[in-house]
Nanobody
Framework: QVQLMESGGGLVQAGGSLRLSCAAS????????MGWYRQAPGNQREWVAS???????NYADSVKGRFTISRDIAKNTVYLQMNSLKPEDTAAYYC???????????WGQGTSVTVSS
C-alpha cells in the first residue's frame, strides 16, 4: 500500500504562485507515473499534469505554460509549481501514483487551493 500526502495548498490572489508537494511512502523512482488532478466544487476530477517514470511530463492545456511538475527522487516527493494563478484554478488538488505491473492507482487526501480575484 502506497501512501501519498499532499501539502502546500492555501489562499492566494490571482497572479500569485503556490507550490504543492506530494510525499510518497515508497520510492517514486519505481512508479510508472505520478500526477496531479484537481476537482472544483460541482465538477468532476480532472487531470492537471503528470510525470512518467522516465521523466516525460505532460500538462493539461488549461495549465500549460503556468504549471510545472517535477520530482525529487531522493525525497520521494513530486511537486507542482503553480504560477500566474487564476480564480478558475480554485480546486482541491490530488496527487496520484501508479505502481506495478498491474498499474494500481493510489491517491492522496488532497490539498485545497483557493485563488481570489
Amino acid at each position: 500500500q502506497v501512501q501519498l500526502m499532499e501539502s502546500g495548498g492555501g489562499l492566494v490572489q490571482a497572479g500569485g504562485s503556490l507550490r504543492l508537494s506530494c510525499a510518497a511512502s515508497q520510492s517514486i523512482f519505481s512508479a510508472n507515473a505520478m500526477g496531479w488532478y484537481r476537482q472544483a466544487p460541482g465538477n468532476q476530477r480532472e487531470w492537471v499534469a503528470s510525470i512518467a517514470g522516465g521523466g516525460r511530463v505532460n500538462y493539461a492545456d488549461s495549465v500549460k505554460g503556468r504549471f510545472t511538475i517535477s520530482r525529487d527522487i531522493a525525497k520521494n516527493t513530486v511537486y507542482l509549481q503553480m504560477n500566474s494563478l487564476k480564480p478558475e484554478d480554485t480546486a482541491a488538488y490530488y496527487c496520484k501514483a501508479n505502481y506495478g505491473s498491474r498499474r494500481i492507482d493510489y491517491w492522496g487526501q488532497g490539498t485545497s487551493v483557493t485563488v481570489s480575484s
